[in-house]
């Protein structure tokens, strides 16, 4: 397996939605790919602190006023007065905002002189994840075996 074809693999893995022989690949390009595990130990930092951001409530009515928004015709066409670019431009900013705040949150620090390093904030829990992989793969880590059929 090349670290383009582990790249689309590698959020999946996270998950744990990978199973049989693409995990088993890909762990293997995992044990001599130090860039990719690098990118799978990012993975998992990243769903770690996602985890734990605190859920907001919507304030009351929000559904209501969402649906009738949304069900209102008018309301889903596109109104001559508003400029195409400015739609544009607001997609692209939010868009440049949100990857901005990800580097941010994914960057190392100065003091590791290039490192990766982990947040101060994030811990680790190796047999937690450990016993999770362990448990969610069918064939407990080891290559299936096929009998061969004879005829």
């Not at 692209?92 to 960057?107: C, E, H, W």
């Not at 190392?108 to 390093?117: K, L």
Request: hydrophobic share 40%.
């Amino acid at each position: 397996m090349n670290c383009r074809c582990a790249q689309n693999l590698l959020s999946a893995y996270v998950d744990g939605e990978l199973a049989g022989v693409e995990m088993l690949r890909l762990r293997e390009h995992l044990g001599v790919c130090p860039a990719c595990r690098e990118e799978v130990e990012a993975l998992r930092a990243m769903k770690r602190l996602l985890s734990r951001s605190p859920q907001v409530e919507p304030p009351a009515g929000f559904e209501d006023r969402l649906a009738a928004i949304v069900l209102t015709s008018d309301a889903t066409r596109h109104r001559p007065g508003t400029p195409i670019w400015r739609l544009a431009l607001t997609t692209s900013l939010a868009a440049a905002t949100i990857v901005f705040v990800l580097l941010q949150v994914m960057r190392p620090s100065p003091a590791s002189n290039g490192a990766r390093t982990a947040p101060a904030d994030v811990a680790f829990d190796v047999q937690s994840d450990q016993s999770y992989m362990a448990t969610s793969d069918p064939f407990g880590g080891q290559a299936p075996v096929m009998p061969v059929s004879q005829k």
